[in-house]
């Protein structure tokens, strides 16, 4: 089955600075990769996703690249802000129905 | 007009009983999951429906019962709970991929 395996753990950095979270993925056959916010207490959200047919996807801060080849793919967060504080996960599937999580980053922005 | 929502959110209970966690979605999606969240905070997929049929089910012991009356609920059964399956559980439905996650439900087995 699908193996995500996602880096750093942890990841801290000064408000302003950029922030990027790498993952990989086994299965050759994914073809779908979101990305998921989830802040303290609160459910997992999805921030940004892309599929394999696309190699990058931006929306304002925030850009996910894809290698396909490598089986990588990254969050960039650019400008980052204290409320962008939270665990961050990647995730993998094929054809969206077996969608397997990272095991999180979590992200703290200082102020 | 919540998208998709569990019963109940809290969940304190002792070894051995029974319980069970509700799911609803009103999204009309057609697939629904389950997934549990451990403490240090790894997000496992436990089970998957779609259309009221099992198409996922990972290695979960089988003291956990999922049941999907219609296409939008899911509910999960747990018999015989034990402290290890003190975690967060989320419920989440999709249609084309992105997923939708309930509010979670922490249950605390003591």
């Known amino acids: 089955g699908e193996n995500v395996e996602q880096h750093p753990s942890t990841l801290s950095v000064q408000e302003g600075d950029s922030a990027v979270i790498k993952c990989t993925y086994s299965d050759s056959a994914s073809n779908y990769f979101p990305w998921y916010k989830q802040e303290l207490g609160k459910r997992p959200q999805l921030i940004i996703d892309i599929r394999s047919n696309v190699g990058e996807k931006k929306d304002q801060r925030i850009a996910v690249t894809l290698n396909k080849t490598a089986k990588h793919f990254s969050l960039h967060i650019t400008e980052t802000q204290p409320e962008d504080s939270a665990v961050y996960f990647c995730a993998a599937s094929i054809n969206n129905n077996d969608m397997r999580f990272g095991a999180g980053t979590r992200l703290t922005v200082k102020p | 007009d919540t998208a998709v929502s569990q019963t109940p959110k809290y969940l304190v209970t002792q070894m051995g009983n029974d319980k069970s966690i509700k799911c609803e979605q009103n999204?009309?999606?057609?697939?629904m999951y389950w997934y549990k969240q451990d403490s240090k905070k790894f997000l496992k997929i436990m089970f998957s429906y779609n259309n009221k049929e099992l198409i996922i089910n990972e290695t979960v012991p089988n003291r956990f019962s999922p049941k999907s009356p219609d296409k939008a609920h899911l509910n999960l059964h747990i018999n015989s709970l034990e402290l290890g399956d003190s975690a967060v559980y989320f419920c989440?439905?999709?249609?084309?991929?992105?997923?939708?996650f309930g509010p979670g439900t922490r249950l605390t087995v003591t």
């Open positions: 999204l009309g999606h057609d697939t």
């Open positions: 989440a439905s999709s249609r084309q991929g992105e997923q939708y």
